[in-house]
Nanobody, 123 residues
Framework: QVQLVESGGGLVQPGGSLRLSCAAS????????MAWYRQAPGKEREAVAV???????NYADSVKGRFTISRENAKNMVYLQMNSLKPEDTGVYYC?????????????????WGQGTLVTVSS
């Protein structure tokens, strides 16, 4: 069974940094787009950053210049380096992946979500 598992969340002071990791595991044929979303208390989930299999990236305006998304295709990993963190960056961060699962009848498209990791930016 394919799954995404995030790690790296925690409590950090304003201006600090955190690095989130997301590991994809299971019978994976290939991974296309991977992304990070976040959900702040009382708000809807929003896209933060996205990266294609070729390494093209896109960011929400609110994090441009502060966050960097990257991936290691050979390890099925995606990362989110977060610098100059602000209290408004607080929320649960979710990894999202669009991939092909290797099944007996051929590759099957899946969109997966991780369980989320909490990031709290506070003094």
């Amino acid at each position: 069974q394919v799954q995404l598992v995030e790690s790296g969340g925690g409590l950090v002071q304003p201006g600090g940094s955190l690095r989130l990791s997301c590991a994809a595991s299971g019978s994976i044929f290939s991974i296309n787009v991977m992304a990070w979303y976040r959900q702040a208390p009382g708000k809807e989930r929003e896209a933060v950053a996205v990266i294609t299999s070729g390494g093209d990236t896109n960011y929400a305006d609110s994090v441009k210049g502060r966050f960097t998304i990257s991936r290691e295709n050979a390890k099925n990993m995606v990362y989110l380096q977060m610098n100059s963190l602000k209290p408004e960056d607080t929320g649960v961060y979710y990894c999202n992946g669009h991939l092909l699962e290797a099944v007996g009848t051929g590759p099957r498209y899946r969109e997966l979500w991780g369980q989320g990791t909490l990031v709290t930016v506070s003094s």
